[in-house]
């Protein structure tokens, strides 16, 4: 069956580190991949949008991997700051039709 | 200010009510969308419209209707057929489908009396 897959432990990790973040599919061969964040009681906000033919994306202290042979992006947080807590969501778009899937998100706590 | 407007932010159905959760953008977008999210799952699709007057079934549309008959709002009402209509529901909007990131409301939490 076709899915995507994000940790969905929460992560917990220091002020000042990086957060890396997974985001697995299997049976997908997604033209571009998304992330989005979410808090509590909000809808997602956009981050970052990372084509199949680009290995890194980067926006300011954030960055996105994407490798199609693994069918997994990375998602990382530098310097991270407790304001970075959060739901981070991965979404793809199975048949490039715009209907973009979801993974169930992975919470981050980044603590002082 | 631009965006998507979501109402009401809270809101309550009786046994064999059907309910209407309102969306309404001002960003000019063609495409409008229907999530729904449960506590630790992702979103779920129900409906999106890419143009006015047209609309498409997502994974999980059954138990719940659109309409799309101005190019600003997408409501969804939620029938009395959808036996389990506790969740938080967020409508998304973007410029086109494909390629485009979207732009969510603020989200409408549903539950049950």
């Known amino acids: 069956s076709q899915k995507i897959e994000q940790n969905s432990e929460a992560l917990n990790i220091q002020e000042g580190k990086t957060a890396t973040l997974t985001c697995n599919y299997t049976?997908?061969?997604?033209?571009?991949l998304q992330w989005y964040r979410q808090d509590p009681g909000r809808g997602p906000v956009f981050l970052l949008l990372?084509?199949?033919?680009?290995k890194e994306k980067r926006k300011e202290r954030l960055k996105v991997t994407f490798d199609t042979t693994l069918k997994q992006s990375l998602f990382h947080i530098t310097a991270s700051q407790p304001a970075d807590s959060a739901t981070y969501l991965c979404?793809?778009?199975?048949?490039?039709?715009?209907?973009?899937?979801f993974g169930q998100g992975t919470t981050l706590q980044v603590k002082p | 200010d631009g965006g998507i407007t979501q109402s009401p932010k809270y809101l309550f159905r009786k046994e064999g009510q059907n309910v209407t959760l309102s969306c309404e953008q001002n960003?000019?977008?063609?495409?409008m969308y229907w999530y729904r999210q449960d506590p630790g799952q992702g979103l779920r699709l129900i409906y999106y419209?890419?143009?006015?007057?047209?609309?498409q079934k997502g994974d999980i549309a059954e138990g719940y209707s659109v309409s799309r008959e101005k190019k600003e709002s997408f409501p969804l009402t939620v029938t009395s057929a959808q036996k389990n209509p506790t969740a938080f529901y967020l409508c998304a909007s973007s410029p086109t489908t494909g390629r485009e990131k979207l732009f969510f409301g603020s989200g409408t939490q549903l539950s049950v009396l």
């Open positions: 049976n997908y061969s997604p033209a571009y």
């Open positions: 990372i084509r199949e033919n680009e």
């Open positions: 979404a793809l778009d199975p048949g490039n039709t715009g209907k973009l899937i």
């Open positions: 419209s890419q143009i006015v007057n047209d609309f």
């Open positions: 960003l000019n977008h063609d495409a």
